[in-house]
């Protein structure tokens, strides 16, 4: 069975500009999360998707970050316009419905904004 | 609302003792525990999960984790570190929803 897939692994930016993560969930894997991990920290929930429908984004700083899941398969992360303190590893997840308490996690896109 | 605090951000321990990372829960439902592991430049991995069923949670490479509800703690134990148990372990609890709260991670060293 392919894990959650993730790209790119590494991408640096300068501020200000934007960036876009992928994910593709393990197949049939209904719901997809996304975290962000910054150095030294455990992993904080920006989003999570319920086949293409948005469940929680209430940390999701919606200012700069968007994301999508349009087809409810795979899904993008968007960060417009990138600062400082968005460098951090972002993290893409997913957990099938019958066993909703594991997740299932990709190696994740390293993010380092100059 | 849940939150973990993991006790101490680094454990060393020499191959062959005992591994025990600490974990304290809040919540305020009844909880979901987990334990996550991640090795350098990989993903989180599950080790081990309480869903209420039995208080010992026998997990994968040979941990486990007891619930104790009166301390609210889900620390995590192996009776002999290996070289390769290395690697950053993270306790996330979770509610009805499902969706995890991780703690700041414990970053286990094992010394030869």
């Known amino acids: 069975e392919a894990g959650v897939a993730q790209s790119p692994r590494y991408k640096i930016i300068e501020k200000r500009q934007s960036v876009a993560f992928w994910c593709n969930p393990i197949?049939?894997?209904?719901?997809l999360y996304w975290y962000q991990q910054i150095l030294g920290q455990g992993p904080k929930l920006l989003i999570q998707f319920q086949n293409n429908g948005v469940v929680d984004d209430s940390q999701l700083p919606k200012d700069r970050f968007s994301a999508e899941r349009l087809k409810g398969v795979d899904s993008t992360l968007k960060i417009q316009p990138a600062k400082l303190e968005d460098s951090a590893v972002y993290l893409c997840?997913?957990?099938?419905?019958?066993?909703?308490?594991?997740?299932?996690f990709g190696e994740g896109s390293r993010l380092t904004v100059l | 609302a849940q939150s973990v605090t993991q006790l101490g951000s680094h454990v060393s321990v020499s191959e062959g003792a005992l591994v025990l990372l600490r974990c304290n829960y809040s919540s305020s439902v009844p909880p979901y525990l987990f334990w996550y592991v991640q090795y350098p430049n990989q993903g989180l991995q599950l080790l081990l999960k309480?869903?209420?069923?039995?208080?010992l949670v026998k997990g994968i490479n040979g941990f486990e984790a007891e619930f104790k509800k009166s301390e609210t703690s889900f620390h995590l134990t192996k009776p002999s570190a290996h070289m390769s148990d290395a690697a950053e372990y993270f306790c996330a609890v979770s509610g009805g929803s499902y969706i995890p709260t991780f703690g700041r991670g414990t970053s286990l060293i094992v010394h030869p």
């Open positions: 197949s049939g894997h209904a719901t």
């Open positions: 309480y869903t209420s069923a039995a208080t």
């Open positions: 997840a997913s957990s099938s419905d019958s066993d909703p308490g594991e997740l299932f």
